[in-house]
């Protein structure tokens, strides 16, 4: 049985990561918390305790192993979508993807921790029935509004792990009618 979500958005080196965590089935967010690295988001997971979903605002891998673009990002791309394109192994990645590659990396090899990609864009759409309250004292250790976005953007990939956990949460990187399933898996949102 999950214990905890916890959303966390990837960013570069400068911006690092922001986390959020809530208890499933609850409608508070619990805490905030931005990490510059890898190591700093294992620490804070280690204090969290066992069976914990993560929420991910990133892909898996930054580069694909093919020459054709992500199955879900085109998915999502064909709904009107703003996408940043994982990229080839032609193109050099981006920084935050790499970030996200040895986040995930790093994830992993933790027992009890399960792991989902989440995309706060598309699942805006779907917060009109979400209970989730981000209430603002939680801003209090962050005074500068730098952040307060991406803690949003992670309130919301918690909510999409909420949704996950109960089975009411949609995705992209699969077509039934064709079989064809993204190389890095589903996005939920």
Same mark, same amino acid.
Request: contains cysteine; aromatic residues 8%; glycine residues 12%.
């Given at each position: 049985?999950?214990?905890?979500?916890?959303?966390?958005?990837?960013?570069?080196?400068?911006?690092?990561? /922001?986390?959020?965590?809530?208890?499933?089935?609850? @409608?508070?967010?619990?805490?905030?918390? /931005?990490? &510059?690295?890898? !190591?700093?988001?294992?620490?804070? =997971?280690?204090?969290?305790?066992?069976?914990?979903?993560?929420?991910?605002?990133?892909?898996?891998?930054?580069?694909?192993?093919? *020459?054709?673009?992500?199955?879900?990002?085109? &998915?999502? #791309?064909?709904?009107?979508?703003?996408?940043?394109?994982?990229?080839?192994?032609? /193109? !050099?990645?981006?920084?935050?993807? &790499?970030?996200?590659?040895?986040?995930?990396?790093?994830?992993?090899?933790?027992?009890?921790?399960?792991?989902?990609?989440?995309?706060?864009?598309?699942?805006?759409?779907? =917060? #009109?029935?979400?209970?989730?309250?981000?209430?603002?004292?939680?801003?209090?250790?962050?005074?500068?509004?730098?952040?307060?976005?991406?803690? @949003?953007?992670?309130?919301?990939? $918690?909510?999409?792990? !909420?949704?996950?956990?109960? $089975?009411?949460?949609?995705?992209?990187?699969? !077509?039934?009618?064709?079989?064809?399933? *993204?190389?890095?898996? =589903?996005?939920?949102?």
């Amino acid at each position: 049985m999950t214990n905890l979500v916890v959303g966390i958005d990837v960013g570069g080196s400068k911006k690092g990561f /922001h986390l959020v965590n809530m208890i499933p089935g609850s @409608v508070g967010i619990r805490g905030i918390k /931005h990490s &510059q690295s890898v !190591d700093d988001v294992l620490s804070l =997971l280690g204090k969290l305790g066992r069976e914990v979903l993560v929420a991910v605002d990133c892909p898996p891998k930054c580069q694909l192993s093919g *020459d054709r673009t992500r199955f879900a990002e085109r &998915q999502l #791309h064909q709904r009107g979508f703003r996408v940043q394109w994982t990229r080839r192994q032609s /193109h !050099d990645p981006a920084e935050w993807m &790499q970030n996200g590659t040895a986040l995930w990396t790093a994830l992993a090899g933790l027992d009890g921790v399960s792991v989902i990609e989440t995309f706060p864009r598309v699942a805006t759409a779907s =917060l #009109h029935g979400s209970g989730v309250v981000l209430p603002l004292t939680v801003f209090s250790p962050y005074t500068g509004r730098r952040d307060w976005k991406d803690f @949003v953007d992670v309130a919301i990939c $918690a909510e999409v792990g !909420d949704r996950y956990l109960r $089975a009411n949460a949609a995705s992209v990187g699969f !077509d039934p009618a064709t079989g064809e399933t *993204d190389e890095l898996g =589903l996005i939920w949102f």
